[in-house]
């Protein structure tokens, strides 16, 4: 395991040679692996397949508001689920819309109302400004910055440091500039990096100054009970933290149970100030009558309770927690002490972080594709696809079986160590 900064070029070109020959032999293989998007495995979906029949089996059809839930109603939710997400977010009721099966759903039609109508608050709608900036801290969610793309908004990227965001740099940015209306967050585990952010990231974002009234932080706390350890990771409260700052109106808060429950057959949910909230229940009035109120009594009566659901969520760590050790044994064995890439050590959440050395990641992705390893396009957890120093790559653990992720990872490793032998040689020939 040594330091590759301490070969020279006769012991890399020998090095490579080596690494070249077990490349050539997984590639032969004709494998198809796939650890390109954050997936839930078969397993993890069987332990919520009793919501199938939670409700033929548990007599009645009405809600506890008596409520028929098969028929048109109920525009925020069942009073139920909202008790039960306002629970989860530890926020109240009312400050709780129930969206129908996607968060992300629930993100798209926030930004696109926004751009038409403005926000509680707005002097005009965002379209209508000479120019709507976001701040994306990176790495991130590709498809926060795929709904700016498509809206046409300009993404500024924001450095992610180990306990959240650069603030300096944000509380500097959004000080100054009034076309900066927004910023996408995801607080807890994030996606990638695992990062929860420490309390005093959420408190500067609570208080800072923005020189746009309507200015909002785009929250998605998608995987706020996605716990690998017993010790889980604490997430200051934000909501309270602005209500406390005097800026109650600036987060909106987005969850699901995509990776809870059924991905893409879950609940997705909004959370916000009651003025946001009744602002937007009057706008998605007019978009429909109401989201979908039979899955939500099955979720609320196959889970119960916060108890039940965080037991459940033991149950899916059980599952996935040896596929995120597998992973980080292999980076650890194969890519430890050699000084060619970095990794984060996530406490939850649904990815691992990898940075390759700068002006890597591209080729590494590719190498593996070659070799018929999947990874997530490299560059896509920057916005506009574009990562500056082209070292980002996002591992998503879950779906694939131990044994493919074993194989997957030693290729991984192997493309790693080659692309970087190549940048390594490449350097030695120049100087
Ligand atoms: N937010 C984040 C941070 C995610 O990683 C994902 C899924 N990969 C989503 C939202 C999508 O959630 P949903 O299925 O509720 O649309």
């Known amino acids: 395991m040594s330091d590759y900064a301490s070969l020279n070029a006769a012991q890399l070109k020998e090095l490579q040679t080596e690494l070249l020959e077990k490349y050539n032999t997984y590639k032969q293989e004709g494998l198809k692996l796939d650890m390109s998007r954050g997936k839930p495995s078969p397993e993890q979906l069987n332990l919520s397949n009793g919501m199938l029949d939670v409700l033929t089996s548990n007599g009645t059809l009405k809600a506890a508001d008596g409520t028929d839930v098969r028929n048109y109603g109920g525009l925020d939710g069942l009073p139920e689920a909202k008790d039960f997400f306002s629970q989860v977010l530890e926020v109240k009721p009312e400050e709780i819309i129930i969206g129908g099966n996607s968060s992300l759903n629930l993100m798209h039609d926030t930004i696109a109302r926004a751009m038409l109508l403005g926000v509680y608050g707005s002097n005009a709608p965002w379209g209508k400004l000479p120019a709507v900036k976001f701040l994306c801290p990176s790495p991130g969610y590709d498809r926060h910055f795929s709904i700016c793309e498509l809206f046409g908004i300009e993404m500024i990227v924001v450095d992610m440091k180990a306990d959240g965001p650069d603030m300096d740099h944000i509380e500097k940015l959004v000080k100054e500039d009034e076309a900066i209306k927004g910023i996408w967050c995801v607080p807890k585990y994030s996606n990638p990096d695992g990062i929860t952010y420490s309390d005093e990231v959420v408190e500067r974002f609570a208080k800072m100054e923005t020189k746009a009234d309507d200015f909002r932080i785009f929250w998605d706390d998608a995987y706020t009970v996605h716990h690998l350890t017993d010790e889980p990771d604490r997430l200051k409260n934000i909501l309270a933290a602005c209500k406390a700052a005097g800026n109650a109106d600036r987060v909106f808060m987005f969850t699901s149970t995509s990776k809870i429950s059924f991905a893409g ?25 109401g989201s979908d109120k039979i899955n939500q009594l099955r979720h609320v009566r196959f889970f119960k309770n916060i108890e039940n659901l965080k037991l459940h969520m033991k149950k899916q760590a059980e599952i996935i927690k040896p596929k995120f050790d597998t992973v980080l044994s292999k980076l650890e064995s194969e890519l430890g002490g050699k000084n060619i890439a970095s990794w984060f050590k996530p406490n939850g959440g649904y990815f691992i972080s990898l940075n390759t050395l700068d002006g890597c990641a591209k080729a590494v992705v590719q190498m593996a594709k070659d070799a018929g390893v999947t990874l997530t396009g490299a560059g896509a957890t920057y916005p506009y696809g574009n990562d500056p120093k082209d070292r980002n790559i996002r591992i998503a653990p879950t779906y694939p079986s131990l044994e493919e992720l074993e194989k997957a990872m030693e290729i991984l490793c192997l493309c790693v160590q080659l692309v970087s032998i190549e940048k390594k040689l490449s350097e030695q020939a120049v100087r």
């Open 265 to 289: 057959s879950g609940i997705g949910v909004f959370a916000s100030s009651v003025n946001n909230v009744n602002f937007i229940k009057k706008q998605l009035a007019m978009q429909t009558i």
